[in-house]
């Protein structure tokens, strides 16, 4: 194209050379509005650079305190809220992708029963998936009091959001060619998701079940700061007694403990896919 061309190339096309088009006047409104959001957000909450950077200085402070971790004599009781924490986001994470399954089954478009069934089954889904853990465990402790009941109860119902959500996806992703064959075999609506979508999809979901596991044992950790149980009741009593070398072994074995089960979870989601 040589600049000649450009007279022509204008008028054939006018709407190109507009310098100031209606999509390119609102995208730039909607930058502006965007960097104002910004700047009223950083000025209500006052994120400071200058505090930040003298808050710099306290985390160091902190950071002496806990070194070298040592648990002294509360050694026992840590092993035993870690155990604890264990078994809360274990049978937590089992409850909820069981009692997923069948909301899940109503809430995808190639299981469900009737569209009405899968519009309010999303929405329940939606809305339990829209409390936090923290929150449900606040819940669980005031319905039936301290303790890791509360915990199990708490990771159970946030998650039931989560897993019921995953599992429908999985489910319409589901390929049509093995349920045609159910179908062409003879087999009814019932055979067709027992035989032609159920199958398809159980490595996924037992991969989806090992990660969330990995996740709630962090979640559980925290929700025991409100008295649900675990390790989080044990590193709360210490922070509040000023024990900070007790508090950073807690935090050593949370890390190791998510490491660990990381690389067991994804060892045995390689050997679902091989």
């Not at 007279?7 to 909607?30: H, I, K, N």
């Not at 599992?167 to 003879?186: I, M, Q, T, Y």
């Not at 991969?207 to 990995?214: I, K, P, R």
Request: proline share 5%; glycine share 12%; hydrophobic share 55%.
């Amino acid at each position: 194209m040589t600049p000649a061309d450009l007279p022509a190339l204008r008028q054939r096309y006018p709407a190109q050379f507009r310098r100031l088009t209606g999509g390119r006047v609102a995208a730039m409104l909607g930058l502006l509005a965007g960097l104002a959001l910004l700047a009223l957000a950083v000025w209500r909450l006052e994120l400071m650079p200058g505090r930040f950077l003298a808050g710099l200085g306290q985390l160091w402070h902190f950071l002496t305190l806990m070194l070298p971790p040592d648990p002294g004599p509360h050694l026992p009781l840590i092993l035993r809220g870690i155990g604890e924490t264990l078994a809360i986001a274990c049978l937590g994470t089992l409850i909820a992708a069981v009692l997923a399954l069948p909301l899940a089954l109503l809430a995808a478009r190639n299981t469900t029963i009737h569209g009405v069934m899968r519009f309010l089954s999303r929405r329940v889904l939606d809305s339990v998936r829209g409390v936090d853990a923290l929150i449900w465990a606040l819940i669980w402790v005031g319905v039936v009091g301290l303790g890791p009941f509360a915990g199990v109860l708490a990771i159970a119902t946030s998650d039931i959001g989560t897993f019921g959500k995953m599992f429908s996806e999985a489910l319409e992703a589901a390929e049509r060619g093995p349920e045609e064959g159910v179908l062409a075999s003879g087999g009814g609506e019932l055979a067709r998701i027992r035989f032609g979508v159920v199958p398809q999809v159980l490595p996924v979901m037992a991969g989806q079940v090992l990660y969330l596991f990995e996740s709630n044992v962090r979640s559980s950790a925290i929700i025991g700061i409100v008295g649900a149980g675990g390790i989080g009741l044990h590193l709360a009593e210490m922070i509040r007694t000023l024990e900070w070398p007790a508090v950073s072994c807690i935090v050593l074995l949370i890390l190791v403990v998510v490491a660990a089960i990381d690389v067991l979870s994804s060892r045995l989601r390689a050997g679902m896919a091989g």
